[in-house]
């Protein structure tokens, strides 16, 4: 048998796919994945539906439509003053997913250093290892998930090439303050490090916070890779179209490595998510409100039962902190327990640490319809003690 790339060979079936997988083993209701019950705004699905009928299927130009891009330049000037060339600073890839790895293997070379905050979304490290990238890992925890100074200092050095920042946080469900980001810019400055920012969840945060784009914090425009994702900002999930802005010196080559990892993405879809993204502050906001009711419902529901619940400020997710509730068993026998016993999926944020992980905290998805969270809630209701 041949060696195959090790890398890849020895990750792990990944924790979504085991209790996405356990869910449907066990007729459960999957409030792990992080996908919205609802088929998505209708005029932008009608927009790609006519754009697929009227033209618009055959291979568009490698950096995006033109539409777009310029769509994706005014979006962000008009919601963070942020002026960008659409022709030099923006490229459309296919998903958030796709922009992340083009933009680490444009950076990493390999002995650099790439910091990465724990708990750590999942495509990131394999990528950066592939380039021959060695992570250095700052480990966030609960309640706050904050930065520090001192967690910053003890992994920065001269190698730093770059630092992975995920803001809002999933699965923490934290917005970052202006202050943690000024204090992430500095260390960028200080030791010459370029920012690739997964904003994926840019659109969706509750209670009037703002997200700030660290391209915006004085001195981070030019070492800033910002990508973006139109499956958060629309709840279509499956369609994968990403953005990425960054000066033309980044993009270049995040665009080289684009070229031969999707070359394009599917322009019907560019053409809506192109209308959609010049819709007005009302869908942004009523979206907005609409996943905060049924944070609240989810959370109210949770807590009523005994869960304790760290509030969610960003992202379809909440968590839930089981530590008080001295159960005595991991966020991952308790997600295990909790799909089998009472058919309702969950997923342990110990999955998203690669080492010293937090053990005691749950990420559930609210991102779904009254009845079914309702339905989760009743089925839940004696879980917070052991069978
Ligand atoms: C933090 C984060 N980054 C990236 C992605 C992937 O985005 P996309 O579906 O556009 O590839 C997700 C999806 O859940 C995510 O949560």
């Known amino acids: 048998m041949h060696s195959l790339n090790k890398t890849f060979a020895n990750l792990p079936v990944t924790v979504f796919e085991a ?16 996908f919205p019950d609802d ?18 299927n055959q291979y568009p130009s490698m950096m995006g439509l033109p539409e777009l891009r310029q769509a994706i330049a005014s979006h962000y000037a008009h919601w963070h003053d942020l002026n960008l060339d659409p022709m030099a600073e923006v490229m459309v890839t296919s998903g958030g997913t796709e922009a992340l790895t083009s933009a680490i293997l444009a950076v990493v070379e390999p002995g650099d250093e790439v910091v990465c905050f724990q708990p750590v979304y999942d495509s990131y490290l394999p990528i950066i290892r592939q380039a021959g990238g060695i992570a250095r890992l700052v480990r966030l925890e609960p309640p706050h998930w904050r930065l520090t100074e001192e967690a910053l200092r003890a992994v920065f050095t001269p190698k730093t090439k770059a630092v992975l920042f995920n803001n809002p946080l999933n699965p923490a469900a934290v917005v970052y303050p202006r202050e943690d980001l000024e204090l992430l810019a500095r260390f960028c400055q200080e030791f010459d490090s370029i920012a ?7 659109h969706v945060t509750f209670d009037g916070l703002q997200h700030i784009p660290l391209i915006t914090i004085p001195g981070m425009r030019d070492r800033t890779i910002k990508i973006g994702s139109a499956g958060k900002i629309f709840s279509l999930t499956g369609w994968k179209i990403g953005f990425v802005c960054a000066a033309p010196p980044l993009l270049r080559v995040t665009a080289k490595v684009h070229q031969f990892l999707t070359f394009t993405t599917a322009p019907n879809l560019q053409v809506a998510v192109a209308y959609g993204l010049g819709k007005t502050d009302d869908y942004f906001l009523s979206m907005r409100q609409e996943l905060a009711r049924s944070r609240d419902r989810l ?23 089981l530590s008080p509730l001295g159960l005595n068993e991991s966020d991952e026998a308790f997600c295990r327990r909790i799909v089998t016993d009472y ?26 319809k009254d009845a079914t969270l309702d339905t989760a809630l009743e089925r839940l209701s004696d879980a917070v003690h052991r069978r």
């Not at 009608?46 to 033209?55: E, K, Q, T, Y």
């Not at 529901?301 to 902190?321: A, N």
Request: glycine share 8%; charged share 20%; hydrophobic share 40%.
């Open 19 to 34: 209790m996405s997988q356990l869910a449907r083993d066990n007729n459960a209701i999957n409030l792990g994945q992080g």
């Open 39 to 56: 088929p998505g705004p209708e005029d932008i699905r009608r927009a790609a539906a006519d754009a697929v009928m009227n033209g618009y």
């Open 196 to 202: 690739i920012c997964d904003e994926v969840w840019e």
């Open 299 to 321: 959370t109210k529901g949770l807590e009523s039962i005994g869960f304790p619940v760290l509030k969610s400020q960003g992202t379809y997710f909440l968590t839930v902190d």
């Open 343 to 368: 058919k309702v999926a969950a997923i342990p944020v110990s999955a998203f640490y690669e080492e010293q992980p937090v053990t005691s905290v749950v990420r559930f998805c609210f991102a779904k």
